[in-house]
């Protein structure tokens, strides 16, 4: 369980705008083993959104050296990239991203309508396997407009889940929700990471957030300010049987 | 990535904005079905003349006199005087391509049964002229060459003269009839034959030797046309190149001399009659194509917004692992599939107007599987053609920048 997924050294990452180079990252090294959940934390213009965008293999560092499950990213071609993201890694965006008008599981199995390995009764076997994990099972053939936000972005946990990636990149997952529905998706990335072990990056600029997980790298101007191994780690379940009930309806369906 | 998936891809996105796409798809199917109408009537009313230029005869070959000069003067047609018994005789002498020859020379005028009387044509020929113009009698039977020889007053007689003679429906072999005060005996009825590609009634025609025109009501040794026969279809041109050179020698034609005669075949006869509605044809089926032009530029337009509304998506489905090439297919495979559709629906209205046509305006029609064909392969390259650079747009897009798109 300890190996090593993520290996990042010296990593630089450089912009031209105009005749200014902007550096969004400069010289960060740290590895990342199966199994972590780790946040990024940082303000905005810290380089967190450009780390997590090289993490996820959409661009290239400058310069430095990234090996994903032992693979070079730096050298591997646009195509190679693809399906290096679509094998190996799981996006949970901010805004969720699922394809309006088209159903829960159907949103599921997108990533691998990108993979002739799978035929399409192994894909919908996947996809409600993964939207079992996100206990949504009952609610895979809704749309999104009938699903609430927090439901919603489980569903994109579930796309994220269904390929079995090495890692699950998180970009601002509960920016959109509020306080107890972000408790929610606290609640189900920790037993992912917890139960499943999945190993979860999670890009939050929320220190309550950041609680939740086992590690946190704090960026400053592109560089490391702190990484430090969290020793009180806050357990989402407890802080949300805490909370009052809700007065009105409960998004909980499991 | 799998062409099943593809296509299901393609297809959510076309049923997701079932308007637009009909609207878009409105061009080509205007386009097709108009393609496939134009192309109907037009092979349509050729097929008709063809038909009709059949009914003339089988591989029927007419030599017309020209009007060439005597003294200066140019005379017409009908007075010239270049075919005669020479002529014929020549072109039975040691025929290769042909074998029936009959002249023809007609004159106009009453034909009085008792109380009844009808204006008609009484045309002179030869027994074989039923031959080369594949005409079987009814009733009765055909005069022979004795007859012609005799210049007997026997005639063939077509229906619709017989209508307006006989009235009561009776027999009518063996009665007598008078043109131009002589009596001539109906010896046979003539088959029903029909209109001819000019309108004219060809049934409204009596037959009787030639001679007996010539001799008993004319006057005459000369002929108006001469009608010959092929062997068969494939021998046409030979027999026709066969007539030219037998006249030329008959008629002591010298190499600086032009021909004093016309020699037409059928297929030069058909060729001539559809030549007018080969170029309205045509010229509609321009018209109708640039339509389909038009169309596939519409498809282009909306790809084109398509692939702008959508580059969230893009942006999305780059992430998750889709390649540029995923990308092109899916774009690609839509405007094919708008275009294909848009082409399906056009030939089923084209068919359908053609049909309609024929039913309520009793135009002939002919869809041809060509057109069919055509123009579904047309769609086709227009949904590549035109989808392909929206599609390579879409696939070219950055993922981070299309999924901060908004």
Same mark, same amino acid.
């Given at each position: 369980?300890?190996?090593?997924?993520?290996?990042?050294?010296?990593?630089?990452?450089?912009?031209?705008?105009?005749?200014?180079?902007?550096?969004?990252?400069?010289?960060?090294?740290?590895?990342?083993?199966?199994?972590?959940?780790?946040?990024?934390?940082?303000?905005?213009?810290?380089?967190?959104?450009?780390?997590?965008?090289?993490?996820?293999?959409? /661009?290239?560092?400058?310069?430095?050296?990234?090996?994903?499950?032992?693979?070079?990213?730096?050298?591997?071609?646009?195509?190679?990239?693809?399906?290096?993201?679509?094998?190996?890694?799981?996006?949970?965006?901010? &805004?969720?991203?699922?394809? @309006?008008?088209? &159903?829960?599981?159907?949103?599921?199995?997108?990533?691998?309508?990108?993979?002739?390995?799978?035929?399409?009764?192994?894909?919908? /076997?996947?996809?409600?396997?993964?939207?079992?994990?996100?206990?949504?099972?009952?609610?895979?053939?809704?749309?999104?407009?009938?699903? &609430?936000?927090?439901?919603?972005?489980?569903?994109?946990? @579930?796309?994220?889940?269904?390929?079995?990636?090495?890692?699950?990149?998180?970009?601002?997952?509960?920016?959109?929700?509020?306080?107890?529905?972000?408790?929610?998706?606290?609640?189900?990335?920790?037993?992912?990471?917890?139960?499943?072990?999945?190993?979860?990056?999670?890009?939050?600029?929320?220190?309550?957030?950041?609680?939740? &997980?086992?590690?946190?790298?704090?960026?400053?101007?592109?560089?490391?300010?702190?990484?430090?191994?969290?020793?009180?780690?806050?357990?989402?379940? @407890?802080?949300? /049987?805490?909370?009052?009930?809700?007065?009105?309806?409960?998004?909980?369906?499991? | 990535?799998?062409?099943?998936?593809?296509?299901?891809?393609?297809?959510? !996105?076309?049923?997701?904005?079932?308007?637009?796409?009909?609207?878009?798809?409105?061009?080509?199917?205007?386009? =097709?079905? !108009?393609?496939?109408?134009?192309?109907?009537?037009?092979?349509?009313?050729?097929?008709?003349?063809?038909?009709?230029?059949?009914?003339?005869?089988?591989?029927?070959?007419?030599?017309?006199?020209?009007?060439?000069?005597?003294?200066?003067?140019?005379?017409?047609?009908?007075?010239?005087?270049?075919?005669?018994?020479?002529?014929?005789?020549?072109?039975?002498?040691?025929?290769?391509?042909?074998?029936?020859?009959?002249? =023809?020379?007609?004159?106009?005028?009453?034909?009085?049964?008792?109380?009844?009387?009808?204006?008609?044509? $009484?045309?002179? =020929?030869?027994?074989?002229?039923?031959?080369?113009?594949?005409?079987?009698?009814?009733?009765?039977?055909?005069?022979?060459?004795?007859?012609?020889?005799?210049?007997?007053?026997?005639?063939?007689?077509?229906?619709?003269?017989?209508?307006?003679?006989?009235?009561?429906?009776?027999?009518?072999?063996?009665?007598?009839?008078?043109?131009?005060?002589?009596?001539?005996?109906?010896?046979?009825?003539?088959?029903?034959?029909?209109?001819?590609?000019?309108?004219?009634?060809?049934?409204?025609?009596?037959? #009787?030797?030639?001679?007996?025109?010539?001799?008993?009501?004319?006057?005459?040794?000369?002929?108006?046309?001469?009608?010959?026969?092929?062997?068969?279809?494939?021998? #046409?041109?030979?027999?026709?190149?066969?007539?030219?050179?037998?006249?030329?020698?008959?008629?002591?034609?010298?190499?600086?001399?032009?021909?004093?005669?016309? =020699?037409? +075949?059928? !297929?030069?006869?058909?060729?001539?009659?559809?030549? +007018?509605?080969?170029?309205?044809?045509?010229?509609?089926?321009? $018209?109708?194509?640039?339509?389909?032009?038009?169309?596939? *530029?519409?498809?282009?337009? *909306?790809?084109?917004?398509?692939? +702008?509304?959508?580059?969230?998506?893009?942006?999305?489905?780059?992430?998750?692992?889709?390649?540029?090439?995923?990308?092109?297919?899916?774009?690609? $495979?839509?405007?094919?599939?708008?275009?294909? +559709?848009?082409?399906? $629906?056009?030939?089923?209205?084209?068919?359908?107007?053609?049909?309609?046509?024929?039913?309520?305006?009793?135009?002939? #029609?002919?869809?041809?599987?060509?057109?069919?064909?055509?123009?579904?392969?047309?769609?086709?390259?227009?949904?590549?053609?035109?989808?392909?650079?929206?599609?390579?747009?879409?696939?070219?897009?950055?993922?981070?920048?299309?999924?901060?798109?908004?």
């Amino acid at each position: 369980m300890d190996s090593v997924i993520v290996d990042i050294k010296n990593l630089k990452r450089e912009f031209k705008i105009g005749e200014e180079t902007v550096k969004a990252l400069n010289d960060v090294s740290f590895t990342i083993k199966t199994g972590e959940f780790i946040t990024i934390m940082g303000s905005s213009g810290s380089g967190k959104t450009t780390l997590l965008n090289i993490l996820g293999c959409l /661009e290239k560092p400058t310069q430095g050296q990234y090996l994903l499950d032992g693979t070079d990213v730096s050298k591997l071609s646009k195509n190679e990239l693809a399906r290096l993201r679509n094998k190996k890694l799981g996006f949970v965006f901010q &805004s969720y991203n699922l394809l @309006a008008r088209t &159903s829960a599981i159907e949103n599921v199995e997108l990533p691998l309508l990108y993979n002739n390995e799978f035929s399409a009764s192994e894909r919908k /076997e996947k996809a409600i396997k993964a939207l079992e994990a996100v206990k949504l099972k009952d609610r895979m053939y809704h749309l999104p407009s009938q699903l &609430s936000g927090g439901q919603q972005q489980r569903v994109a946990i @579930a796309r994220a889940l269904i390929n079995d990636p090495v890692m699950i990149l998180a970009d601002e997952a509960t920016g959109n929700l509020d306080s107890r529905t972000s408790y929610e998706i606290m609640e189900l990335i920790q037993e992912l990471n917890d139960v499943h072990g999945k190993t979860i990056v999670f890009v939050t600029h929320e220190p309550d957030i950041a609680l939740f &997980s086992k590690r946190t790298i704090t960026l400053k101007d592109g560089k490391i300010l702190k990484d430090a191994i969290n020793t009180n780690i806050g357990n989402a379940k @407890a802080v949300l /049987e805490k909370l009052p009930a809700p007065e009105e309806f409960s998004t909980t369906t499991a | 990535m799998r062409l099943s998936n593809l296509l299901r891809i393609a297809w959510r !996105a076309i049923i997701r904005n079932k308007m637009r796409t009909l609207l878009t798809m409105l061009g080509i199917i205007i386009g =097709v079905a !108009a393609v496939i109408a134009m192309t109907a009537i037009g092979q349509g009313s050729k097929q008709s003349i063809e038909g009709q230029i059949k009914t003339m005869g089988s591989n029927m070959i007419m030599i017309v006199p020209l009007s060439n000069v005597q003294g200066g003067v140019r005379l017409d047609n009908s007075s010239v005087q270049s075919l005669d018994e020479n002529d014929i005789t020549a072109l039975q002498k040691q025929p290769v391509y042909i074998n029936a020859v009959s002249p =023809v020379v007609s004159v106009k005028g009453q034909v009085i049964n008792g109380a009844n009387n009808w204006s008609t044509t $009484i045309q002179g =020929v030869y027994p074989d002229f039923l031959f080369i113009r594949s005409w079987p009698l009814k009733d009765g039977v055909a005069f022979t060459n004795r007859d012609v020889k005799s210049a007997a007053k026997v005639c063939l007689v077509g229906l619709t003269v017989i209508a307006n003679l006989f009235p009561d429906g009776e027999d009518v072999i063996g009665k007598s009839i008078r043109f131009k005060n002589i009596p001539f005996k109906i010896i046979g009825v003539l088959s029903k034959k029909g209109d001819n590609s000019f309108g004219q009634d060809q049934d409204d025609m009596i037959l #009787t030797p030639v001679t007996t025109v010539q001799k008993r009501i004319l006057a005459t040794t000369y002929y108006q046309y001469i009608y010959a026969s092929a062997i068969d279809e494939k021998s #046409t041109d030979s027999a026709s190149a066969e007539v030219e050179q037998v006249l030329r020698k008959s008629h002591r034609l010298t190499a600086s001399n032009e021909n004093d005669f016309t =020699v037409r +075949t059928q !297929a030069q006869l058909v060729s001539m009659l559809t030549s +007018t509605s080969s170029i309205l044809t045509i010229l509609l089926t321009v $018209i109708a194509g640039i339509s389909l032009v038009v169309g596939g *530029i519409g498809i282009m337009n *909306i790809m084109y917004v398509s692939v +702008t509304e959508r580059t969230k998506e893009i942006g999305l489905r780059m992430s998750l692992g889709a390649r540029g090439r995923d990308i092109l297919m899916q774009f690609l $495979i839509e405007a094919i599939l708008i275009s294909i +559709t848009g082409g399906l $629906i056009g030939i089923i209205i084209g068919i359908t107007s053609t049909k309609a046509v024929t039913l309520f305006l009793h135009w002939p #029609t002919a869809v041809s599987e060509s057109s069919v064909l055509l123009s579904f392969l047309v769609c086709f390259i227009t949904g590549v053609f035109f989808g392909y650079y929206p599609a390579l747009k879409a696939s070219k897009l950055d993922p981070i920048e299309a999924l901060r798109y908004e």
